[in-house]
């Protein structure tokens, strides 16, 4: 940890040793000075996988839907990424392993979920799919609205049967 911390001051503006701590950081379990160094990583160098898997795998510990969100960003930048791959497949897995209603109060703190839930058309929409099935279908081929709409059915907001 000392090691890292001087190397920090050494080389100022390099992304490199804020990863590296951070690592250090998340074997001792100081999650908060890990996240500190991940977002640091992250801002000296944004296009650097390794900053966004780091801080992944601080959050998937208690926010697995905000772990995918940042394994998401990874795959972004490197498409092939097997451990950003893996990582949003045990953020899902985890997900799915909520209680129905936990699941549903976790995504209502997602902005994401706010913003598709605040939309005037899309609660047009989710009323009339809500009544009518063969709406839903005619609404479900607007690439748009089915991601939306698969955004709320993955974090729980909505149910399908």
């Known amino acids: 940890k000392q090691w890292y911390q001087r190397r920090v001051a050494i080389t100022a503006g390099d992304h490199v040793p804020y990863s590296n701590r ?70 899902s897995q985890s997900l799915r392993n909520l209680k129905p209603e936990d699941r549903a109060k976790l995504a209502m703190n997602d902005p994401e979920i706010q913003q598709i839930l605040q939309d005037p058309s899309m609660q047009v929409i989710l009323e009339q799919m809500q009544k009518d099935p063969a709406a839903a279908q005619e609404h479900l081929k607007n690439a748009d609205v089915r991601d939306k709409f698969m955004k709320l059915v993955e974090s729980g907001v909505v149910q399908v049967r």
């Open 22 to 91: 951070a690592a250090c950081y998340t074997k001792l379990m100081e999650f908060g000075l890990a996240m500190q160094d991940c977002d640091k990583c992250i801002e000296l160098n944004p296009m650097f996988v390794k900053g966004y898997l780091r801080k992944a795998a601080v959050l998937k510990i208690d926010k697995p839907q905000e772990a995918k969100a940042v394994y998401e960003k990874a795959l972004e930048i490197d498409p092939n990424n097997a451990e950003a791959k893996q990582g949003i497949h045990h953020c």
